[in-house]
């Protein structure tokens, strides 16, 4: 109870608050939305959409409906804006058309404030893909 004592007196909080991640830091987020479509205009159903950036190995992870529309909300990009470029990922798992990543600079994409916590951009990417 003392050390705690100090520790509101000294650094404004308790010893657990300092290290809080996921309370009272501010972070930015991307929603991207957009279609996967074939040569020909029409809507690629079940095509899976990944939106990560190049230095993480994961990211969210969705899939197209029947009209070839995917939405991927609240993606975290973490405390501060990537230096490197979102990429949006687009493989079909049924094998018959081409992968394809568009990357996405955040300088392109439209930026609004959430509030005093979150920062979001958003972006509506258009794929298409092509014939094996």
């Known amino acids: 109870m003392i050390i705690n004592s100090l520790l509101t007196m000294v650094l404004g909080g308790t010893l657990t608050a300092c290290f809080a991640v996921d309370y009272g830091v501010p972070?930015?987020?991307a929603d991207v939305e957009g279609t996967v479509t074939n040569e020909q205009n029409e809507p690629l159903q079940s095509m899976q959409v990944v939106v990560k950036t190049?230095?993480?190995s994961y990211?969210?992870?969705?899939?197209?409906?029947?009209?070839?529309?995917f939405d991927v909300e609240n993606y975290i990009l973490g405390f501060s804006l990537p230096e490197e470029k979102l990429q949006v990922i687009v493989n079909d798992t049924?094998?018959?058309?081409?992968?394809?990543?568009?990357?996405v600079a955040f300088s392109d994409m439209k930026r609004k404030k959430v509030d005093e916590w979150e920062t979001n951009y958003s972006k509506e990417v258009n794929?298409?893909?092509e014939k094996k």
């Open 27 to 29: 972070y930015v987020t």
């Open 54 to 56: 190049a230095e993480k």
């Open 59 to 69: 990211g969210s992870t969705t899939y197209t409906n029947m009209e070839g529309e």
């Open 94 to 103: 049924n094998n018959v058309y081409l992968s394809d990543t568009i990357e």
């Open 127 to 129: 794929i298409q893909l």
